[in-house]
Each structure stands twice: as C-alpha cells, then as structure tokens.
C-alpha cells in the first residue's frame, strides 16, 4: 500500500494588513465587511484571494477611505488607510472636508483666457464652513499688517457680516 501525501504551503491566498485608521473602523473587502480595526490601528484579514480587491474603510464622522489592492498569494499586503474626519476645527471656526477629485475647469464657448476646457484632479482639502465676518478678516489683517477693504455701503462693515468686496488678485 502507498500513500501520498500532499503539504500545502498553509496559505489559501493573501493577508491584508489595514494600518493607521481609527480604532473601531470596520473594513469592507469586496462590499463584505470583514472586521473592525484594532486599538493600535490595525487588522490582519487572511485568505483573501490572490487578485485585486476592492477595499472600504468606514468609520463615523470620517469620510470613507476606497482603494484597489493587488495581492499575491503567501504574502502579506499593508495598506495604510489614513481616514480624513469630515469636519475639523481651525482658525477659530468649523472646517468641512472636500474630496478629493476631478473637475471640468475653463469654457471653449467665450473668453479666451478661459481656454481650453481640461480636467484637473484636486487633493482632499478643508473650507470654512461658514463665510468670514468682517471681526474675523479684520483680526487676520492685523495679524498680517495689511489693510481692510472697505464696501462702499458702510453698513455692510458691521463685525457679524460677511467679509465683502475682497479682490482675488
């Protein structure tokens, strides 16, 4: 009697590794979601199949990290899914979180400096969510040592009234 005996390499495909998000960020391969990272940022999710997968990692009050990750099998993958909160505060007022991406910018149809219409691709980047009073620019121009426009109608100076009448060049 023979018998044969096969050893496997003990490894069914590929282990991802999910660093630097919130602790509590539940983690998404294929749109299953496949556990909750740890205190220390991590989660070690194995057997993945050894091709691209799609990758989510969701937490509240982040906005949701996406990415494509290429495995091999045997191997571990990290991926560093560093999640953006969706609101910070900063500069004395709340900041909103705009994603990142492409946009349409200038026009074929009139002024020639607008020419040609092209696709630019923008980073992630925060914006007040609020407009700027008038106290707030005035403190950020004497900060400067600049000075303030002025409207032409004095009454839309008051200090609780948004910034008017500033030049973008």
Known sequence: ?????????????FTLVVRGAPAGSEVFVNNESRGRVAADGTL??????????MVRVSQEGYADFNANVD?????EQ?????????????GGGPMVLIPAGDFLMGDDEHLDDEKPRH???????YIDKYEID???????????????????NPALAAAGLPVVAIHWF
């Open 1 to 13: 009697l023979v018998a044969y005996v096969w050893i496997g390499s003990g490894s069914s495909g």
């Open 44 to 53: 070690k999710i194995p057997g993945l199949a050894s091709n691209t997968v």
């Open 71 to 75: 495995g091999r099998k045997g191997k």
């Open 78 to 90: 990290p991926l560093e899914a560093l999640l953006l909160p969706r609101e910070i505060e900063y």
């Open 119 to 125: 696709s630019v691709s923008l980073p992630a980047f």
């Open 134 to 152: 008038n106290a707030r620019y005035g403190q950020f121009v004497a900060e400067k040592r600049g000075s303030i426009p002025r409207p032409s």
